[in-house]
């Protein structure tokens, strides 16, 4: 008997940290602004700027890729991201893209970011969702882009995007923007304006399931950003991430009873 209490705890053991490796920290992400910069990596050329947003590229300085990503990976069973942005030279390129991707993934550039210009720092990290917020048309095979102020949808760092829409206000030199990225487990959304009031119907949707594409129940978000021959100055203003706590999985339910059993059944042999 004491042989199976025992097992049984070795069992319940390896169940629970079975569970936290597959499930990982789920947390709530909050930056009322970036005069904080606990738990946010900083890659390639991006910066802190003014005391209190995030700098990921600089106009007037061509071909470079900035990113930050934060430390704390979320659940991507499903989640709401909420954030501001602006960029900066109403000519300017190149965009700025919101990454969700496996926590061992990174790109082939520098930092391990994706590639500089079109690219927007995201090219080349596999294992990853890209929502971008594109302020360029880039016209060779390597992209789809179906204008030069858009939103879209890639995966798996490829710039051939699963969808995307239009943006008639341009994002470049006309202030701050608001935008919403939220996952309902089947459906990926994506709306953005000006006036940070959350559209009632999404401005761009796709089926798709993340778990999958990323490998992994958890994930790192974060941002990457780029320029070309033409540039731009692109802030991240503040961010506001949260994903459900998962349920406990059955087989750690199972390893509890197995435990509680076990005790049960030593003590009675004890009295006895």
């Keep these: ?6 097992l049984s705890i070795a069992f319940f053991t390896s169940i629970v940290w079975h569970g936290d490796a597959v499930a990982g920290t789920v947390v709530n992400l909050n930056y009322n602004d ?14 802190q700027v003014n005391g209190n947003a995030l700098q990921l590229a600089t106009q007037d300085v061509k071909n470079v890729a900035g990113g930050v990503f934060f430390s704390t990976p979320v659940g991507v069973s499903s989640f709401n991201a909420q954030f501001t942005f602006q960029f900066s030279n109403t000519a300017g390129a190149d965009g700025m893209v919101f990454v969700i991707k496996n926590p061992g993934s990174s790109g082939t550039g520098t930092g391990g970011l994706g590639g500089s210009g079109g690219a927007l720092g995201y ?3 596999q294992k990853s969702i890209g929502i971008e917020f594109d302020s360029c048309i880039n016209t060779d095979a390597r992209y789809n882009d179906i204008d030069g102020n858009h939103i879209a949808i890639d995966a798996n760092g490829s710039m051939i995007s699963l969808t995307q829409s239009n943006v008639p206000v ?8 608001h935008a919403w990225v939220d996952y309902t487990g089947n459906v990926l959304s994506v709306s953005a304006n000006q006036n940070g009031v959350k559209p009632g119907t999404p401005m761009l949707s ?7 594409i990323v490998g992994s129940s958890t994930a790192l978000v974060g941002f990457t950003a780029a320029t070309g021959s033409n540039t731009q100055t692109t802030k991240l203003l503040s961010f506001r991430g949260s994903s459900p706590v998962p349920e406990p999985s059955t087989y750690l339910l199972m390893g509890a009873g197995a435990v509680i059993a076990g005790i049960a059944a030593r003590r009675k042999l004890l009295s006895v």
Excluded: R
Excluded at 1 to 6: A, E, H, N, V
Excluded at 34 to 47: D, E, I, K, P
Excluded at 206 to 212: A, G, K, L, P, R
């Design 123 to 125: 090219s080349s990290i």
């Design 206 to 212: 796709q089926d798709m399931n993340i778990e999958s």
């Design 170 to 177: 341009l994002f470049n030199g006309t202030g701050v923007w």
């Design 1 to 6: 008997m004491k042989k199976t209490f025992i």
């Design 34 to 47: 970036f005069s904080s910069t606990s738990g946010v990596t900083l890659l390639g050329v991006a910066q």
